[in-house]
């Protein structure tokens, strides 16, 4: 998974405007107390990333 795909999904479930801020602020449990920014900016596979948003929203396996 690209960068790009990465906020195209984050953007559909939570919406462009509000998905930038809830990358910056949310601290996501299965990042190591970091939030997805933080996370995305330290390196981190987006795919990775994505796992731990959908598991920390709760989304339905569809979304994978």
């Known amino acids: 998974m690209r960068h790009t795909e990465f906020w195209a999904r984050l ?5 462009r405007s509000y ?3 809830w990358a910056e602020l949310t601290v996501v449990r299965d ?3 970091r ?12 795919k990775e990333v994505w796992a731990a948003v959908r598991r920390q929203l709760e989304l339905p396996e569809s979304e994978r």
């Not at 939030?35 to 987006?46: I, N, S």
């Open 11 to 15: 953007d559909d479930v939570l919406g």
């Open 19 to 21: 998905s930038r801020t």
């Open 35 to 46: 939030t997805t920014q933080e996370a995305l900016d330290a390196g981190m596979p987006p």
């Open 31 to 33: 990042l190591d107390g």
